[in-house]
């Protein structure tokens, strides 16, 4: 089982892995049974681990278009672990990727950050970001959406999909990193003394400012917090070594 999202377009694939899975990530001390549990999770949905490419993840804003042309040739990216080719490459110092080619499956990992999807469906353009706090408010949601449209991509055709992820019910922040929300100060919710965050609603607002239709937006109601048995939660497990899930967007080739 997992997540699916865009089931309105079989030509894409938009998938989420579930804690049964195994956890995914991409740097780890259990490397290997991570990559093995990615190379089985990819398998189950049809995907050679090798046509995925997935982001560093540095909680930025920055967004890569990507081909496997320019992935094999970019010099700082790198393959996974002792599997190499198999487990596919990895792009540093991004959170964010998009492509137009078919047939190239990107990802982002996540456990309480937000996975989201993008697709152009008219343009053939789809696109990923792994979206937690700092990324939110520093703008990877605009910044994916720009690099699509660099890609061909309408904003009135790009159909977007939030994956699970902690929702406001645990999302709890402290005043030191308040004045970061200053601009979404409808999102910040103050309830017996603590302070909760709506990242979901940000997000969205983000994507009507960048002119999405409200009715192309697709989401989880999930909290990867309060479902223990379905997901890993960095906030909930506290652990020394966080354990992932992974989300993947590609588009099949036709056969
Ligand atoms: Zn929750």
């Known amino acids: 089982m997992a997540f699916h999202f865009f089931k309105k377009f079989p030509e894409v694939s938009a998938v989420v892995s579930e804690r049964k899975d195994g956890s995914m ?7 290997e049974e991570n990559q093995e549990n990615r190379i089985r999770f990819f398998a189950e949905q049809g995907i050679a681990a090798e046509r995925v490419v997935s982001a560093g993840l540095v909680h930025g804003k920055n967004v890569e278009i990507t081909t496997v042309h320019s992935v094999t040739h970019n010099p700082r990216s790198w393959f996974m672990c002792n599997n190499r080719e198999k487990t596919g490459r990895v792009i540093p110092a991004t959170d964010a990727l998009v492509t137009r080619e078919k ?26 970001a792994h979206a937690g706090w700092r990324g939110i408010v520093s703008g990877v949601i605009g910044e994916t959406l720009k690099k699509m449209s660099v890609c061909g991509a309408a904003k009135e055709n790009v159909s977007v999909a939030i994956g699970p992820h902690i929702r406001v019910c645990h999302f709890e922040i402290q005043t030191d990193i308040l004045p970061r929300f200053a601009q979404y100060e409808k999102y910040v919710i103050k309830k017996e003394g603590r302070i909760y965050v709506d990242l979901e609603g940000i997000v969205k607002e983000q994507l009507r400012v960048a002119g999405i239709a409200k009715t192309h937006i697709e989401t989880s109601p999930l909290c990867t917090f309060c479902e223990s048995q379905t997901f890993f939660s960095y906030r909930r497990e ?10 993947t967007i590609g588009m099949k080739e036709k056969t």
């Open 25 to 31: 990530k991409v740097f780890s001390e259990q490397s």
């Open 103 to 128: 047939n190239l499956f990107l990802a982002v990992t996540a456990a309480d950050c937000l996975p989201v999807f993008f697709f152009d469906p008219v343009a053939g353009v789809i696109g990923i």
């Open 238 to 247: 506290r652990s020394k070594e966080p354990q992932v899930m992974v989300a």
